[in-house]
């Protein structure tokens, strides 16, 4: 069969409309596959949120279990001063309140400066930072026994932690004792 040019006048407005419903089916076509990859973009992104949510809030559950497990160790860390700034002053007070009352004959005390502890091994402090400062102490003691009266005085009387590194002692003639100690005021602080 073959067409004239009187069958194409005829036929152009029915090829035109195949035409237009092809190109519109490729266009739907086509915007639907860009539709259903944005929908499985946006699907997976909130999938992400949702996992960042249950994640976070597990860490609100935990961190609400450990508070309760822990707030009341910490409000006696804080009682105690050992959380927060370095308390140099009420050492000092504390040490000359001790002086007063003295447990031994005589003492003397050097506190250095505050620095940060650094661990040889890797250690988890958790929020903090451990701060330390060495303190070294010397004594004239008439028997050992008042080294131990002293360091119950410190415990008792000034807030804090200190931490007991070594001590020495050496006779210094025949009724007295001459002792050296060395040790650290320990002071947690926040990093945040």
Request: hydrophobic letters at 40%; charged letters at 20%.
């Given at each position: 069969?073959?067409?004239?040019?009187?069958?194409?006048?005829?036929?152009?407005?029915?090829?035109?409309?195949?035409?237009?419903?092809?190109?519109?089916?490729?266009?739907?076509?086509?915007?639907?596959?860009?539709?259903?990859?944005?929908?499985?973009?946006?699907?997976?992104?909130?999938?992400?949120?949702?996992?960042?949510?249950?994640?976070?809030?597990?860490?609100?559950?935990?961190?609400?279990?450990?508070?309760g497990k822990y707030a009341n160790e910490y409000a006696?860390?804080?009682?105690?001063?050992?959380?927060?700034?370095?308390?140099?002053?009420?050492?000092?007070?504390?040490?000359?309140?001790?002086?007063?009352?003295?447990?031994?004959?005589?003492?003397?005390?050097?506190?250095?400066?505050?620095?940060?502890?650094?661990?040889?091994?890797?250690?988890?402090?958790?929020?903090?930072?451990?701060?330390?400062?060495?303190?070294?102490?010397?004594?004239?003691?008439?028997?050992?026994?008042?080294?131990?009266?002293?360091?119950?005085?410190?415990?008792?009387?000034?807030?804090?932690?200190?931490?007991?590194?070594?001590?020495?002692?050496?006779?210094?003639?025949?009724?007295?004792?001459?002792?050296?100690?060395?040790?650290?005021?320990?002071?947690?602080?926040?990093?945040?």
């Amino acid at each position: 069969m073959k067409l004239s040019k009187a069958d194409f006048l005829l036929l152009r407005w029915s090829l035109a409309a195949i035409c237009g419903a092809v190109l519109g089916s490729m266009l739907i076509f086509y915007g639907s596959i860009a539709y259903a990859q944005s929908s499985k973009n946006e699907h997976l992104k909130a999938q992400r949120m949702l996992n960042d949510a249950h994640g976070s809030l597990a860490l609100a559950r935990q961190d609400k279990e450990n508070m309760g497990k822990y707030a009341n160790e910490y409000a006696v860390l804080l009682k105690q001063r050992i959380i927060g700034d370095d308390q140099r002053l009420d050492w000092v007070e504390g040490l000359e309140h001790i002086r007063r009352h003295s447990p031994v004959l005589s003492f003397s005390y050097q506190i250095a400066p505050q620095r940060i502890y650094l661990s040889p091994t890797p250690m988890d402090s958790g929020n903090f930072n451990i701060h330390y400062s060495e303190m070294k102490l010397q004594f004239e003691l008439l028997h050992e026994r008042q080294l131990f009266n002293f360091f119950a005085a410190l415990q008792a009387h000034i807030k804090g932690h200190y931490h007991l590194e070594s001590c020495s002692l050496q006779r210094s003639g025949e009724t007295r004792l001459k002792a050296e100690c060395n040790g650290n005021w320990i002071t947690l602080k926040k990093r945040s």
